[in-house]
């Protein structure tokens, strides 16, 4: 385990192997970018796979079997590695988000693994090679990150409008007529709306209070799990379009998995401005005063 990240001992033991796995993983990563690998083309739309998605994926893999070996395993590449004992308990492998940006040379991409019970994510790590930082959270205890526990971040109202992300399923058609109203709509009330490519990346960067929120579409269900309770564990709050709990299960269809995340304060705001998708009307979005 990094020097740099030492999870409180109230975390339990699947935590401390996520975070090993993961930045073992990353160890891994780190010096064969960016031109230490091979990639191909993997399904129809434009997607790839790196012969460093497979390498890493088998390294975390073979750490949690090694110290949990009765769990279920469903890994980015390889699907279900192990059925488990019926308990539950599913841990979701996604060895290198961002292997579109790896292949064109950019530097953002991240080690995502997460530890579901009956669906609902119950650990989350987060470890981004290039800089050896890792986040990690458990249910109930926190978010915490190369300094510690991360608390809630307020960010000053800014007139230009809040900081967003985007992400969307690769199984979304580019002319998917909601997909294009929301991202419409968020590019035109928002500062800028980022599309990372890397989904965990985002969840990171909404946990630490770099960015304002998050809006999915039917998001994939690998990387959810952990980028979500990364969030929610830092203060952040997480809603379906229509504004009812999300709570990021990795199972059933990705219809289910369309969301907003934001800040509390934020988020009343940014609900409403999706919920205009539905109307065609896309109402001015003034930032919300935030308590002092």
Known sequence: MSPNHRPPADLDPECRTAV????????????RFPDGFAARPKGENGDVVTDLDLLAERLVVDRIREDFPHDRILAEESGDTAAGDGSGRTWLVDPLDGSNNVVIG????????????????????VHEPLTGRTWSAVRGA???????????????PVPAGPLLAWTQGHAVRRDDPTARALRHTLELRSRRLLQLWAPLVAW?????????????????????????????????????????????????????????????????????????????????????????
């Open 204 to 292: 990171t960067m909404l946990a630490r209070g770099d960015i304002d929120g998050f809006v999915g579409y039917r998001a994939e269900a690998i990387d959810l799990p952990a980028g979500a309770l990364l969030a929610r564990e830092a203060g952040v709050t997480l809603r379906h379009l229509d504004g009812r709990d999300f709570p990021a299960s990795f199972t059933g269809p990705d219809t289910d998995r369309t969301f907003v995340a934001a800040r509390p304060e934020t988020l009343p705001r940014l609900l409403d401005l999706v919920a205009t998708t539905a109307t065609g009307s896309v109402p001015a979005l003034s930032p919300t005063p935030r308590p002092r």
């Open 106 to 125: 950019l530097p953002v991409y991240v080690v995502g693994i997460a530890l579901c019970v009956d669906a609902l994510p119950v650990v989350g790590v």
């Open 20 to 31: 090993a796995a993961a930045e073992a993983a990353g160890a891994l990563l780190r010096p």
């Open 142 to 156: 926190g978010t915490h990150g190369p300094d510690g526990r991360l608390t809630p971040v307020r960010r000053p």
